[in-house]
Nanobody, 124 residues
Framework: QVQLVESGGGLVQAGGSLRLSCVAS????????MGWFRQAPGKEREFVAA????????YSSDSVKGRFTISRDNAKNTVYLQMNSLKPEDTAVYYC?????????????????WGQGTQVTVSS
């Protein structure tokens, strides 16, 4: 089992920044691809970004490319999502997820473990 705990969400004005963190425990963190997803009210959960085990490769959705950056620190068992130039449409609950697969998955079914989520609200 892998336990994931997100933090760093909050209320921010449009154009502002937030950094989300997700701390993992339970198994060897570096063995997992890590991803971030989000779910806005009334919408399905969607992929945001993912990072490989060794941090050498990342992938982001088109909607956040150039604004959000995913990174990880395997020594701290932590994955981050730096969010800049936030927009009201980024408002959602953000979830951290861990995948034992090799690929950089973009679908929910690619991931084995999930955190409880952290709320991000961007005001206009």
């Amino acid at each position: 089992q892998v336990q994931l705990v997100e933090s760093g969400g909050g209320l921010v004005q449009a154009g502002g920044s937030l950094r989300l963190s997700c701390v993992a425990s339970g198994r060897t963190f570096s063995n997992y691809v890590m991803g971030w997803f989000r779910q806005a009210p009334g919408k399905e959960r969607e992929f945001v970004a993912a990072v490989r085990r060794n941090s050498y490769s990342t992938y982001s959705s088109d909607s956040v490319k150039g604004r959000f950056t995913i990174s990880r620190d395997n020594a701290k068992n932590t994955v981050y999502l730096q969010m800049n130039s936030l927009k009201p449409e980024d408002t959602a609950v953000y979830y951290c997820a861990a995948s034992s697969a090799v690929i950089l998955g973009t679908q929910e079914y690619d991931y084995d473990y999930w955190g409880q989520g952290t709320q991000v609200t961007v005001s206009s």
